[in-house]
């Protein structure tokens, strides 16, 4: 079945550690793509998606513009990241993993999800909808993300893992009614 990530109702969140000491969080605001889910065959299923790198917020101002600048996103030249399946492996009835080139800052890394099916069902609104849940962890210096300040009493201001959340619901594409001969 083809799926459609309904982006209002879809999250890509990220964790890192500040100052070695703190965790910061934040969220890309605009997700769109396409899921091909077979419950049957997950081995035939397959994801393309798309972060609009611009709808960054981790509710500082400041903080939101560094990261959208040269030291970071350079959002100006790398708009988007995305993220392509290669493989979908079965670990459990519910749990998968799921292997892909993710692409941020203009470097492709072959990146694996442990995703979640959460199940499907109907919304108010007739549509069948779907929900995952992914997590995964990334180095952001794999995909030129270098910037940092050496701290005086050790360690870096910013943290090189990144931690990677994304809860997504998606909504079923309708069938194309097909003609009688």
Same mark, same amino acid.
Do not use: C
């Given at each position: 079945?083809?799926?459609?990530?309904?982006?209002?109702?879809?999250?890509?969140?990220?964790?890192?550690?500040?100052?070695?000491?703190?965790?910061?969080?934040?969220?890309?605001?605009?997700?769109?793509?396409?899921?091909?889910?077979?419950?049957?065959?997950?081995?035939?299923?397959?994801?393309?998606? +798309? %972060?609009?790198?611009? &709808?960054?917020?981790?509710?500082?101002?400041?903080? @939101?513009?560094?990261? !959208?600048? #040269? /030291?970071?996103?350079?959002?100006?030249?790398?708009? +988007? %990241?995305?993220?392509? &399946?290669?493989?979908?492996?079965?670990?459990?009835? @519910?749990?998968?993993? !799921?292997? #892909? /080139?993710?692409?941020?800052?203009?470097?492709?890394?072959?990146?694996?999800?442990?995703?979640?099916?959460?199940?499907?069902?109907?919304?108010?609104?007739?549509?069948?909808?779907?929900?995952?849940?992914?997590?995964?962890?990334?180095?952001?210096?794999?995909?030129?993300?270098?910037?940092?300040?050496?701290?005086?009493?050790?360690?870096?201001?910013?943290?090189?893992?990144?931690?990677?959340?994304?809860?997504?619901?998606?909504?079923?594409?309708?069938?194309?009614?097909?003609?009688?001969?």
């Amino acid at each position: 079945m083809n799926w459609t990530i309904d982006g209002s109702h879809s999250l890509a969140e990220f964790s890192v550690k500040h100052m070695m000491v703190t965790t910061v969080k934040g969220r890309f605001q605009k997700i769109t793509g396409n899921i091909v889910w077979d419950e049957t065959n997950p081995a035939a299923s397959s994801v393309d998606a +798309t %972060i609009d790198a611009t &709808s960054i917020t981790t509710h500082d101002e400041k903080r @939101d513009g560094h990261l !959208v600048s #040269g /030291d970071f996103f350079e959002v100006e030249k790398y708009p +988007t %990241i995305t993220f392509k &399946s290669t493989k979908v492996e079965a670990k459990h009835s @519910d749990d998968f993993k !799921v292997t #892909g /080139d993710l692409t941020i800052h203009g470097i492709t890394k072959q990146v694996t999800l442990e995703v979640e099916y959460n199940g499907s069902g109907k919304n108010p609104w007739g549509m069948t909808v779907a929900g995952f849940t992914a997590k995964t962890s990334i180095n952001r210096k794999d995909f030129g993300l270098n910037w940092n300040v050496a701290l005086e009493t050790g360690g870096v201001l910013v943290s090189d893992k990144i931690n990677v959340t994304l809860e997504i619901e998606a909504v079923a594409a309708p069938v194309e009614a097909t003609a009688n001969a």
